[in-house]
């Protein structure tokens, strides 16, 4: 039937292109458990991109691809660290410049490389599963990065409350000071949950570059770091709820397209917005339930701490 491929091949559609939400909002969960605000993502993800699309491009291995991006990632998280961990400086502001430099640095490292093609990372064909009908496509068509999101998913959801691991990162989030007056260094665990933040932000970014449009373009990451940071309020900071919420903006990104496609009255630029105005409505009405968002954010959000105080 026609129309049931058309609603699969949607849904392939919207897992995809909510997969770098995906790793972006991961990382900055774990980021902001740690009780650290990081805005650079949209800037991490572009130097992961860029970085990646390159390593792509010299060495035809999507492994050092994938970890060169990851690296860049980083770095860019370790250069946010040092001046809001170390030096002290304001978070949203530091956040803010991290985007701003992101975005200028990958633009100028990948303008030699724009318009290069790539072969980008090809979806796993399993034998007779991925020839299924509806289930194939569904659940055995997807690339290896998508099956390593979910497998993400699991790991995130795991540390944070199964493991001996996630209940000291959550207590520092909650009171770096008791947690730094029963012997736990608030520093070194923010700095580690702010590189995770890095590395999930770089490999959002690899994503794009390699197999969501396999090509390097200038700002490619068109907004989707400041989805993701939204989606973590969205999810009230669960694991479970930031996947639910990446597929669910990626559904609306494909609506706008599908939309498109289907000649409806609407302008295209309108359509393309859809993901943005959906994020702003999210926003204004959990901002209406304050005492809910109180209740679920880390207490020590964004504060800084000073072991030699």
Do not use: C
Not at 68 to 73: I, R
Not at 211 to 239: C, D, H, K, S
């Amino acid at each position: 039937m026609p129309e049931l491929e058309q609603v699969v091949a949607i849904l392939v559609s919207t897992v995809r292109a909510g997969t770098p939400l995906v790793f972006a909002a991961l990382g900055e969960l774990i980021t902001e458990k740690s009780g650290v605000l990081n805005l650079g993502i949209e800037g991490m993800m572009l130097v992961g991109a860029v970085t990646g699309f390159i390593a792509m491009v010299l060495t035809g291995s999507p492994i050092l691809a994938i970890a060169a991006a990851m690296a860049a990632g980083m770095l860019m998280a370790l250069i946010f660290g040092v001046l809001t961990l170390t030096l002290f400086t304001n978070q949203v502001a530091t956040g803010l410049a991290l985007t701003i430099f992101g975005i200028g640095l990958s633009a100028f490292v990948g303008l030699a490389y724009v318009g290069t093609p790539i072969k980008g990372l090809q979806p796993v064909d399993i034998p007779a599963l991925s020839e299924l009908p509806i289930v194939g496509p569904l659940l055995f068509g997807y690339d290896p990065m998508i099956y390593g999101s979910l497998v993400m998913f699991g790991l995130v959801a795991w540390f944070l409350y199964r493991s001996h691991a996630g209940l000291i990162l959550r207590a520092v989030g909650e009171s770096h000071d008791a947690a730094h007056a029963i012997g736990y260094s608030v520093v070194k665990i923010r700095y580690l949950a702010v590189l995770f933040g890095g590395a999930m932000s770089g490999l959002a970014g690899a994503y794009l570059s390699l197999v969501y449009t396999p090509q390097w373009a200038e700002n490619m990451t068109a907004g989707r770091g400041w989805i993701a940071l939204a989606l973590v309020v969205f999810a009230t900071w669960r694991p479970a709820r930031v996947l639910a919420g990446a597929y669910l903006f990626g559904g609306i990104t494909i609506l706008g397209l599908d939309l498109q496609a289907r000649g409806i009255g609407f302008s295209s630029h309108l359509l393309a917005t859809l993901p943005y105005l959906a994020t702003v409505l999210v926003l204004v009405l959990m901002s209406r339930d304050a005492a809910k968002i109180r209740l679920n954010a880390p207490a020590s959000l964004g504060r800084p701490f000073d072991p030699y105080r």
